[in-house]
Every structure is written in C-alpha cells, then in structure tokens.
C-alpha cells in the first residue's frame, strides 16, 4: 500500500532528516549569512567572513563524518561510506579553495559576503549529488551544484575575461543540462512512467528494451553526453581550457577538483548501477570518450604557453584516466561491487592535493603580480626554493613518477583495469601518460635550469605556506602511507 | 485521447527546434530561449508519462523543472547584463578573448 501523503511528510521531515543534515546545515548558514549577517558587518570588515566560512566548513566536515547509513526519501537519497568518503573529498577542497581565495580578494578588493556564501551553495549541492540515487535528485543537486559556480566564475565583474569565461560556461552547462534533462524524460517514458530509481531502473530499462529500445538507447546516450560536459571529456570538453583561463585562479583549482569529484562519483553510480544491465548501449561510447580525453588532452597540452590552460588540458587528460575507472567496475560481478569506484576515489584523492599545491604556487604568484604564463616561471628555483621543489613534486607527481602519490593511485587504477581486460585503453594511458611527462618536466625544466633576469627573491605568505607544504607532505608521504591508504580505501564500501 | 507517440513527436520536435536555435542562433537572449524550449521538451515528456501511468511523479518532477528553469533564467540574464555592461554586445560571437 502506498504510504499517504501525511505519513511520507512526517517521515521525510523527522526520519530522514539526519541523512541531509550537512547539506541542509550549509543551505540554512549560507542563507543565514546572506541576511542578516551581511548587515552585521561593517563594509570594510567583509574579509572576516573567511574566517567564519572556514570554521562553518570544518563543522560540515564533522557533520559528513557522523551521518547515518542508510537510504531515505522513499530511496531517493542515500548515505554510505562511499558516498561519505566522496563528500570529504568536496569539502576538504571547499575549504582550501576559501584559504586560497582570502590573499586574492584581499589584493582585488573584492570581499564580499557572496563569494562566501555562494561557495557553501554550490558545496551542498555536490553533498546532495554524492547521495543521489534517483534520477530527480541528481539532476536536481547537479543544478544547485553548476549554477553558484557559473557566478563565481564571473565573479570579478569587471574583468572581462573573467565574465567572458562566466558566460561560456553558463551556455554549454545550460545546454547540456537541457540534453541530459530529455533523455531522463524519455528514460522515464521509456519504464512507462514507473520509476527513476537507479536500482529501480536497472531492472526495469532492461524490459524495457525489448518494447521500447530506440528510447531508451536515446536517454541513455543523451544523459551520457549531459554528464561528459559536467565533467568535460572529449569532445564535450571545449568550455574547458576556456573557462579555466578566465576564471579567477582559486575558483579554477576548485573546479578541478570539487565539482568533478562530486559529478565523477554520480556518473560512476548512474552507469554502475541504474545502466549496469545494458552496457552495450554505452559502453563503447564511454570507451570512446576515455581513449580521446587520454589522447587529446595530453597533446594538446604540450603546446600550452599559460600554465592555467597547461593544467586544463591536463584535467581533461586525468578525467579521461578516471574514466577508465568507471568502466572498470565489473559488470559481471554484483551491482554492489564497486572496487572500480575505490580506485576512483583513490585517484580523486590524490588528484585533489597535487592540483590544489600548483595551483595555490599559480595564485601566489599572480598575487605577487607575475603572470600565468610558463615563462614566467624561468629561476623559480633561485629566487624561492623550496616553493619550486614543491611545485617540482606536484608536477612530478602529476606525471606519475614513482615516488609520489600520483604514481601510486594511477598504477592501482591501471592495474584494475588491466584486470578487466580493458587492455588497449590500459596502453593508451600508460603511452599518454608517459607523453604528459614531457610538459610537466617543461615546466620543471624552466624553474631549475634556467636563470631568472633581475627578479628578487619571493618571500611566502602564511597561509600559502601551510598549504603548499600539507600538500607537498601528502604528495611526498603517499606511498609510505600507502598501506594505511588502502586500509581506508577497504573500509571504503557500499 | 491524444496518443503518446503525437506527444513524443511534438516534444522531440520542440526539442530540436531547441538545439538548432542553441546551435544557430548567434543571440544570447535568443540562445537562452532555446534552452527554454529544450527544458520545456522534457517537461511535455513527463507530464504525458506521468498521466499515462497514472502517477504523480513526472507531473512533481515537471513543477521542479519548472522552478530550476527561473533560476537557470536568473543566472544567465545577470550574467548577460555583466558581459553588455563590459562589451555593450549580448552576441556570442563577439565573446572571443579566450578563444584558442
């Protein structure tokens, strides 16, 4: 018997509250925040919402960690350690893009309370779309999530390039989540109207293919395109390089690694788990895009003059390993098993500490009003030297040169692919991994080898101090931590 | 009663109507408009289904397209009205700074 409307009211307010506490918690602050608290402030004290923001996000933090397992909201949202590790992933990286942001806003004038708040908007909207388990709640959190990140991209108003690229993605995301919006609708058409569940569709699409098979290949080739612009695989990757170059440096590093973490994990739970049972309408397709994105993110990196648009290509390039990942989570075994998705999360992971450190050594930088561009890279190494080690080790480990973390995660991820009989794509990784090397080591080249004219040495702040040097540890110490790592990464299941 | 597969002709003909204009159009506002067209596809798809099934939810999950396609509309003029403010032009081709 259907529950009646009162009763699923009740349940959904006092039952399942918990499952969205953090998310909740951070809509009603940033609310909060908005007004009155904007009002409380005097106008040239907005610097202190950092602050303020910083420790929100830490009791975020704990709030993820001491959220219930299970599923809620009649299975439309679920918790579990998955879900948790990956909701980690996007708030850790929250906050470090706050502590990145506070020199530059400092420098640009530009404090503003909705810097803050639309930041903590977007952070629950990729809390929500870890949990997702119905294809209403994650293109509903994809939204919350793309929409406050379209503002800060434009965010300095008056530079036009930072509204240029604000604009561009706006376009492309809109788009694409119009595509991916009519395919759900045919995928719903397509099981009669019955159900949008993931675990719900992966019994029903396959009936449904029998009666209806051109509508269900449609929504579910267009909810592919829809998630490979979310998280920009070749060829829906143009915006890309575009928007990475124009936004501001520290919502660049943010994009890397937040959004794309939460949007990776949800593509990995749509074709895990709600289009496990028909791969061969997607399979091929995904096997495409992760061959290109390996391929043409690599190349076209090498002849990068800016470093931001180096690191662009260079993530379209990962996000193509990641999606090797994705297609190695077995389709034979059970749809619980997910080993896949923990090689994900480990890459992920490591991703977020190497991508965060170079580009927190960029803003400081561009703080110190030098460009962007490789060049202005030349003497690094005299003038600062343990900020050029430590950007030599992020690039290193980027590379996935033994030592470092980023070896480690890639090898375990190539490995497991290895194992799934994935063996072309397997060689093209290792090939255009082994091609990427070239570019990072560019860059180290011009920080060790060549000699700076007439620029002093550059003196740290702070608070770019603290964090490149926990991210340089994290990269450093990543392989003699790596039996605690796959401790944490066992633990880490369904 | 009308028939589903009018229904799916209509929605998927708005549809593509919606991905030309998008593709073609050179317009911003015009642009913006298109999607409209495409949300509201999608939209005429749940609907149909959802009365087809005799459930509400397509019909719930039309009302919350519905209200994201306001503030989809909101973002997107705020940001248009940023890029006239600086360029004095709302056409995408004119938007050529990063290009390369």
């Known amino acids: 018997m259907m529950p009646s409307f009162v009763q699923s009211l009740w ?99 530009e404090h503003t309370v909705e810097f803050y708040t639309l930041l903590l908007f977007t952070l629950s909207g990729m809390l929500l779309l870890c949990g997702a388990t119905d294809l ?29 690229a604000g604009v561009k993605y706006f376009l492309l995301g809109a788009f694409s989540s119009g595509i991916m919006i009519y395919g759900i609708s045919l995928l719903y058409g397509a099981t009669g109207g019955t159900t949008t569940n993931f675990e719900g569709l992966s019994t029903a699409l396959v009936a449904a293919m029998d009666a209806r098979g051109t509508m269900v290949t449609l929504g579910v080739l267009m909810v592919l395109v829809g998630m490979a612009f979310k998280v920009a695989v070749v060829p829906f990757h143009m915006w890309t390089p575009d928007v990475y170059d124009g936004a501001p440096t520290p919502i660049t590093a943010f994009m890397a690694s937040a959004p794309k973490a939460a949007a990776i994990f949800a593509f990995a739970k749509v074709f895990g788990v709600a289009f ?85 050594i960029i803003t400081f930088l561009q703080g110190k009003g030098e460009g962007e561009r490789i060049d202005d890279f030349r003497g690094l190494s005299q003038r600062n030297p343990w900020l050029a080690f430590a950007m030599m080790l992020f690039l290193l480990s980027l590379a996935g040169i033994p030592p470092l973390i980023g070896f480690f995660s890639k090898f375990i991820l190539f490995k497991m692919a290895l194992e799934r009989g994935f063996v072309v794509l397997t060689v093209i990784a290792v090939l255009t991994s082994a091609v990427s090397a070239y570019y990072y080591l560019g860059v180290i080249n011009q920080m060790y080898f060549r000699s700076s004219t007439g620029k002093d040495s550059l003196k740290m702040d702070r608070m770019t101090g603290v964090l490149v040097s926990v991210c340089a540890l994290m990269v450093l110490l990543g392989v003699s931590a790596s039996g605690w790592l796959i401790d944490i990464v066992d633990k880490i299941k369904l | 009663m009308i028939s589903l597969n009018l229904v799916l002709f209509i929605s998927s003909l708005m549809f593509f ?76 081709d004119d938007i050529n700074l990063l290009n390369g």
């Open chain 1, 11 to 109: 349940t959904a307010l006092w039952q399942d509250a918990p499952l969205v506490q953090a998310p909740f918690f951070l809509i009603g602050i940033a609310s909060l925040m908005l007004w009155p608290g904007d009002l409380l402030i005097p106008r040239d004290q907005k610097r202190r919402w950092s602050l303020f923001t910083q420790i929100i996000l830490g009791i975020t933090l704990y709030l993820v960690v001491v959220t219930p397992h299970r599923s809620g909201f009649s299975n439309m949202f679920r918790i579990d350690t998955m879900t948790q590790a990956f909701q980690l992933i996007c708030t850790v990286a929250t906050l470090a893009t706050v502590v990145l942001s506070k020199k530059l806003l400092d420098l640009m004038n």
């Open chain 1, 136 to 164: 209403v709640t994650l293109y509903f959190s994809i939204e919350l999530m793309a929409l406050p990140i379209y503002v800060l991209v434009g965010y300095f108003r008056d530079q036009e390039r930072g509204i240029e």
């Open chain 1, 276 to 360: 496990h049972n028909i791969p061969n309408v997607w399979t091929f397709g995904m096997e495409y895009m992760a061959a290109a994105s390996m391929i043409l993110g690599n190349v076209a990196a090498l002849r990068q003059q800016s470093m931001k648009r180096m690191l662009a290509y260079s993530s379209i390039a990962h996000v193509g390993y990641m999606m090797l990942a994705i297609l190695s989570n077995d389709p034979n075994l059970s749809i619980r098993s997910f080993s896949g998705v923990q090689s994900l999360w480990l890459y992920i992971f490591a991703y977020l500490f190497m991508n965060f450190g170079a580009f927190a």
């Open chain 2, 17 to 92: 109507i919606g991905v030309a204009g998008v593709l073609i159009r050179r317009n911003l506002l015009i642009i913006l408009m298109s999607i409209e067209l495409m949300l509201n596809a999608a939209n005429l798809n749940l609907i149909a289904f959802a009365r087809q099934s005799g459930t509400v939810d397509g019909q719930a999950f039309a009302l919350l397209v519905m209200g994201f396609a306001a503030a989809e509309v909101a973002v997107g003029l705020a940001l248009a009205v940023a890029l006239y403010r600086r360029k004095d032009t709302v056409q995408a």
